[in-house]
């Protein structure tokens, strides 16, 4: 049976990064998560592939939807769209 989830430690030895850069990547919500109760962060097998199959073909990384506490973004106010599509899982 394959796995369905990886460590942030276990997805930074497969992307080839810094463990620290991929902590960065998931609080940024580059690299999105298994919401868990406690502190263990676990990235599901499918965002991984989605990842890879990204950074492969050349196009930017989904960064997740942005906290709408912190209101409209600089692209936002200039009416500029900056808005990516969402990773389906």
């Given at each position: 049976m394959e796995r369905l989830t990886y460590s942030v430690s276990e997805v930074a030895q497969l992307l080839?990064?810094?463990?620290?850069?991929?902590y960065?990547?998931?609080?940024?919500?580059a690299i999105?998560?298994?919401?868990?109760a406690g502190r263990r962060k676990l990235v599901a097998r499918v965002v991984l592939k989605?990842?890879?199959?990204?950074?492969?073909?050349g196009r930017p990384l989904d960064h997740g939807e942005q906290d709408q506490?912190?209101?409209?973004s600089e692209g936002a106010r200039s009416g500029v769209s900056t808005r990516r599509p969402a990773i389906a899982q």
């Amino acid at each position: 049976m394959e796995r369905l989830t990886y460590s942030v430690s276990e997805v930074a030895q497969l992307l080839g990064i810094s463990r620290s850069k991929a902590y960065d990547l998931v609080a940024e919500g580059a690299i999105p998560i298994v919401p868990l109760a406690g502190r263990r962060k676990l990235v599901a097998r499918v965002v991984l592939k989605r990842l890879l199959e990204a950074a492969g073909s050349g196009r930017p990384l989904d960064h997740g939807e942005q906290d709408q506490r912190d209101g409209p973004s600089e692209g936002a106010r200039s009416g500029v769209s900056t808005r990516r599509p969402a990773i389906a899982q």
